[in-house]
């Protein structure tokens, strides 16, 4: 650059005015320190003064793109020499007009003089305010974006449309050393300056009063967001926490779900009827217990007034001081009020097994999570692993949900009109040492019941888990050892199961159960091949006698204890109304299960209809028979069905050795369905979706039960077992109903054994499924 021609304009002390106006940069836009000696500036090229729209519009060379700044640096200036050194280095280095942030490639510097420190201590100034330069612009830049995505959500303020798009081009161009720095809508602000130069929006009219307007008005909607966004905060917290406060007195249990009445469309109950009510209306000594309504996780119809009242020492809690017995389950039987004449008509019943007598099998979702380390096989288990908090909430929410006023209104479509109830000892009492929930089942008990009783329908009282173990099966509550009138606490808790009848024959004498209360079990499936036969026909005796002392005019039901019809002849038969309850399953032993499907509904048709036909017959037999469970699965493939943790004996991976309770005696290790493996017995089409069954199987399944229906009406009639299961449809009639492999109702079917039975290995129905 020349030194001897400098426009007459350009005088000395103009330059200085000007340079203490403007922002430090250097040729590369980066700052410099200003001195504070009045220094010369270095020449520039004289030439026209042209408008800013001009200088935008043309891209000139780098040398006249630049304008020299001297720099003082200790005592000494840089000369024109070393000025257009560094606008060379500074091209070479990728800082010109029109760079980005990207990062210039580093070359080799030129040669420097070696002794001039000042001018190296001058380059590592330099190049450090580079670094902090870039850095500011990074942060700007950002800065930019976030206003951008701010625009977009306000939109256009007040008829001012900002254009960051047009800003974000103007910024790849960048005036080194003019009074300008174009970087977009934001003032540019040295923090180490006094002085402020302001960035010009584009069309050059210095600091923009419409951006002044602009950016208040955005701060102005920001702040009224931000007020309008705590104002509703505020607001939902009025709302919640008093909310929180009232649910979290309902449910001091730990739990949460459905109720007003569970209902299928939510998990929770609403628990309506406490609206309106205190619990500190409780008195304290009830407060936080069972009789407590307020600890309830469902109180859906129920009488959530409270009370204390007892009637053999169990509650009257949530029941309501009337009833109707005026109902009738369908046109075919007589009303509650009415006499029904057993032996004469037709029992037409359903369990509502794994309610509230828990079986893995129905409902496998209870034990599934657990491995095969954690042991967790049965109730006992189950609620010793939980602990007695979550074995409440857990156990709780399962009562509520799994049956449902809906479950008697559409046991009563399909024809049903005696409804079995399996329970447990712990509805009643728990004793020492005992992990399971006590009481909370009583109360859906009596909630059952009084279901059943708007419906029409009659009640089988089971007695299904006694103290100690009636059998060692896991649904009696504990898998393992039999320790009802068996072992050192055997007469114990003979004892105890007695005490229980009596409290509960008393409850149920009084006159709201004398009509819907007509069978009254003892105890299900005492194991009997394992028991001594004659204990328990004395305890048998003598538990008749204490429900018939407390004035319980029902049938009294007895299970047949696994000896077989034939072997009760002459047994108890003088006690009256004592009815024999027999279970049929053609799958728990390996000379019914290998039967083919011709042969097991001919087996249904001549064995179990002679069977009851003498029992019947009290010189054959015991007398009043009634089949208390059956169901048409014609395999022992569902999951759990036979213990957790062990396989069927239909595919021969029935493994009871290492089970309590079991022994080599129980395992089946070969498979024994009809065709004895070859070709191979598998459970996979049992256990299939029953949308996948093929015609053939849901003809022989839907006849199978028609059989069955007609030979256990050879006697007082019979319970399916059960009314549902989580996920085993042969086990279920709810879904067998949705399936077609059972009647729809129970009266209406279309096969009896006085007909021919196909056969179905020939329609092409395999045998080894």
């Known amino acids: 650059m020349p030194s001897s021609s400098q426009s007459p304009r350009d005088s000395p002390a103009r330059r200085q005015r000007r340079r203490r106006t403007h922002q430090r940069v250097d040729s590369n836009g980066e700052y410099l320190p200003r001195s504070r000696d009045d220094v010369p500036p270095s020449p520039t090229k004289t030439r026209p003064r042209r408008s800013d729209g001009e200088r935008r519009s043309s891209r000139r060379p780098p040398s006249e793109n630049t304008r ?44 420097r003089r070696r002794d001039d420190d000042t001018y190296d201590r001058d380059l590592e100034e330099r190049e450090r305010r580079r670094q902090e330069h870039r850095e500011r612009k990074r942060r700007r830049r950002e800065q930019e974006e976030r206003a951008a995505a701010l625009d977009a959500e306000l939109g256009e303020t007040d008829g001012l449309v900002y254009d960051r798009r047009k800003d974000r081009k103007s910024e790849k161009r960048r005036v080194v050393s003019g009074q300008r720095l174009e970087r977009g809508s934001e003032a540019y602000h040295d923090e180490k300056e006094t002085d402020r130069d302001d960035v010009r929006l584009r ?52 739990s949460s779900r459905g109720g ?52 053999g020492g169990l509650s009257l809690m949530g029941l309501n001081d009337t009833w109707d017995d005026s109902k009738q389950a369908n046109p075919s039987v007589p009303a509650l009020n009415k006499e029904w004449t057993y032996g004469t008509q037709q029992v037409h019943g359903v369990n509502l097994g794994g309610w509230l007598s828990i079986e893995p099998y129905m409902t496998p979702s ?34 509520s949900s799994f049956v449902t006023e809906q479950t008697f209104i559409d046991i009563q479509a399909a024809g049903f009109d005696h409804v079995r109830i399996p329970f447990s000892y712990w509805a009643v009492v728990t004793y020492d040492g005992d992990p399971y929930v006590p009481n909370i089942s009583w109360r859906y008990l009596l909630r059952g019941i009084e279901w059943a009783r708007k419906y029409g329908i009659r009640i089988n009282l089971d007695l299904h888990g006694a103290p100690g173990s009636q059998n060692g099966w896991n649904h009696s509550g504990r898998q393992g050892a039999i320790g009802w009138l068996n072992g050192t606490d055997g007469t114990t808790n003979g004892d105890r199961t007695i005490s229980i009848h009596n409290q509960l024959s008393t409850f149920f004498t009084q006159p709201r159960y004398q009509n819907i209360v007509a069978m009254y079990g003892l105890v299900n499936e005492p194991r009997m091949v394992e028991l001594d036969t004659s204990t328990v026909l004395d305890w048998t005796t003598n538990a008749v006698a204490a429900i018939r002392k407390n004035n319980y005019k029902g049938i009294i039901v007895f299970g047949d204890g696994f000896m077989g019809l034939d072997n009760w002849q002459g047994k108890l038969q003088n006690i009256p109304n004592l009815l024999l309850d027999v279970h049929q399953y053609v799958i728990f032993n390996v000379q019914q299960i290998t039967l083919n499907h011709h042969d097991k509904i001919q087996f249904a048709c001549d064995g179990w209809t002679q069977q009851a036909l003498r029992s019947m017959n009290t010189a054959t037999g015991f007398g009043p028979t009634l089949c208390g469970e059956w169901s048409q699965a014609d395999t022992d493939c569902a999951q759990y069905l036979n213990n957790v943790g062990v396989g069927s004996r239909w595919e021969g991976t ?7 309770g079991g022994s080599s005696n129980g395992s089946v290790l070969t498979p024994t369905c009809p065709t004895h493996n070859n070709p191979q017995c598998s459970c996979a089409d049992a256990n299939a979706d029953p949308s996948t069954y093929s015609a053939e199987y849901k003809q022989w399944l839907l006849m199978f039960a028609e059989a069955q229906m007609h030979s256990f009406e050879q006697g007082w009639g019979w319970f399916y077992w059960t009314w549902q299961t989580e996920t085993a449809t042969q086990w279920s009639y709810r879904d067998g109903i949705a399936a077609g492999i059972v009647p729809g109702n129970v009266r209406n079917r279309t096969f009896d054994c006085s007909q021919g039975i196909p056969d179905f290995g020939g329609l092409g129905l395999p045998e080894f499924y």
């Open 203 to 254: 069309g050059g009219a210095g600091r923009s009063s419409e951006y002044d307007y602009d950016e208040a008005q955005r701060k102005k909607k920001r702040r009224k967001k931000m007020i309008i966004a705590v104002a509703i905060v505020v607001l939902l917290l009025a709302i919640i926490i008093p909310v929180g406060v009232v649910v979290s007195q309902h449910k001091s249990s730990g």
């Open 654 to 660: 029935l493994n009871m050795i290492d089970t309590p």
């Open 366 to 399: 209870l034990f599934s999570g657990y491995s095969s380390h954690d042991n967790v096989i049965d109730e006992w288990t189950l609620t010793s692993t939980l602990g007695p908090t979550k074995a409440k909430s857990t156990l709780e929410q399962h009562y």
């Open 68 to 111: 020299s700044t001297t720099t003082g640096i200790g005592s000494g200036t840089l000369s024109v020499g070393q000025l257009a050194q560094l606008d060379k280095l500074n091209q070479k280095l990728g800082w010109g007009e029109g760079s980005e942030d990207v990062a210039p490639q580093r070359r080799p510097e030129p040669a």
């Open 260 to 311: 007003g009445g569970s209902n299928s469309t939510t998990s929770q109950p609403s628990n309506n009827n406490l609206k309106g009510m205190s619990e500190n209306e409780i008195p304290k000594q009830y407060q936080g217990t069972y009789l407590d309504p307020f600890t309830w996780y469902d109180t859906g119809d129920f009488n959530v007034t409270f009370t204390d009242q007892m009637v």
